[in-house]
């Protein structure tokens, strides 16, 4: 029976750990990467059977990267820790990898998501084809080594290593992401922070830091209430296009923060050079 680990993200998040790591009984590991959350998580993790706790800081997807590759299973599944395996997708895992033929690198599994109670069918969670609406499928579950983050982006997917094909699981993960609306502004504020780490100082100006602070909000907002059916949601599509369009909205502001404070502080460093140097060469004052 090959050996199956499951990588946890997480920071702050304990309540929802009591919920998520429950559901991941069926596998043999479980490492949670943790941002040293003050709120009692690694207690927690430490009182779960099979889970070992990870503890460093960095971008959320090199966190990830840190726990593949502290893992030791045959198989890898990345879960978020807003994220629950049901237990007809968990039945169905323990199938797969003990079948999977070698061609198959990995799986992609679909998810169900809920905002603020309700279950989100289009929109961000739009995807054309799909059986049931709003289950949208994304790279989960993989061979060890086979996969993983190229940290170029917070919102990237994961990168493959080697070749063989990607098949989809028939049942699904539900993903609690919004209980309430603040909620979303937190997680935004947070992502958008460290997305803003990965800007190029060198490239990026303030002038395209003004045009994607203008064009990028109403681009999202159409994007995802027009093209991908937000509006079929009704004013839950409503709800979260905004957030999304707002959000993206405050990446753009902090990138510009970013460029512009180096400029700053540029232009303050020749500024003082310059007044050092005017000191320095300043004949001496005659009486």
């Not at 299973?73 to 003990?98: C, K, N, Q, Y």
């Not at 993903?175 to 609306?181: D, K, N, P, Q, R």
């Not at 059916?229 to 923060?257: H, I, N, P």
Request: net charge positive.
């Amino acid at each position: 029976m090959p050996k199956l680990s499951v990588v946890v993200p997480t920071k702050n998040e304990v309540g929802l750990l009591h919920v998520s790591l429950p559901a991941l009984a069926f596998a043999d590991e479980i490492v949670v990467v943790d941002e040293f959350s003050s709120d009692g998580t690694a207690d927690y993790v430490r009182s779960v059977p099979n889970a070992r706790i990870l503890q460093r800081t960095g971008l959320l997807n090199e966190n990830i990267n840190a726990g593949l590759d502290a893992a030791t299973g045959d198989w890898v599944m990345i879960v978020d820790s807003d994220e629950v395996v049901t237990p007809e997708l968990a039945r169905e895992i323990r199938e797969r990898i003990s079948s999977a033929s070698r061609n198959i690198l990995g799986y992609a599994l679909p998810s169900r998501v809920y905002w603020c109670g309700r279950t989100l069918r289009y929109g961000p969670q739009y995807e054309r084809g799909v059986k049931v609406p709003g289950e949208r499928y994304r790279k989960r579950l993989f061979r060890r080594g086979a996969a993983r983050y190229a940290c170029v982006s917070l919102h990237e997917d994961l990168t493959t290593i080697g070749t063989g094909v990607w098949e989809r699981t028939e049942h699904r993960y539900d993903h609690f992401t919004i209980s309430a609306v603040r909620r979303w502004f937190e997680k935004a504020n947070y992502y958008s922070d460290r997305d803003a780490r990965l800007v190029d100082l060198t490239r990026y100006t303030e002038r395209k830091a003004a045009f994607a602070m203008i064009w990028k909000p109403i681009k999202t907002f159409l994007v995802f209430f027009v093209k991908r059916q937000g509006y079929r949601d009704g004013a839950l599509g409503v709800v979260t296009c905004g957030c999304y369009a707002v959000s993206s909205f405050m990446e753009e502001a902090k990138k510009w923060e970013r460029v512009a404070t180096a400029r700053g502080s540029a232009e303050l460093s020749r500024d003082v050079e310059a007044a050092r140097a005017f000191v320095i060469n300043e004949p001496a004052a005659t009486t």
